[in-house]
């Protein structure tokens, strides 16, 4: 059985994203779209205590709908990791 630990808390999954990337340093400014899926847990940031590698999960309210938003939400956090290039 394969384990996650991952929250759609707001300020912990902005915290967990600073300590993977700790040059970063996140607000809700840089990534509104990943907070508003978030505030819906419709995506989860892994916790780094636990996972050697950020993932976005899927959240309890995830459905297809959510599909572009989702993208976009990925791509808020790639571009800033890319020194803001969209990829």
Not at 29 to 50: G, N, Q
Not at 54 to 62: A, I, M, P, Q, V
Request: net charge neutral; proline share 2%.
């Amino acid at each position: 059985m394969l384990m996650k630990f991952a929250t759609c808390n707001v300020n912990r999954g902005l915290k967990y994203l600073s300590e993977y990337f700790s040059w970063w340093n996140i607000n809700k400014k840089d990534v509104p779209t990943l907070v508003e899926m978030m505030e819906k847990d419709v995506i989860r940031v892994t916790d780094p205590d636990f996972h050697q590698d950020l993932h976005l999960l899927e959240g309890s309210n995830y459905d297809s709908s959510y599909k572009k938003q989702v993208e976009k939400a990925k791509q808020e956090v790639l571009g800033i990791l890319n020194g803001g290039k969209l990829i």
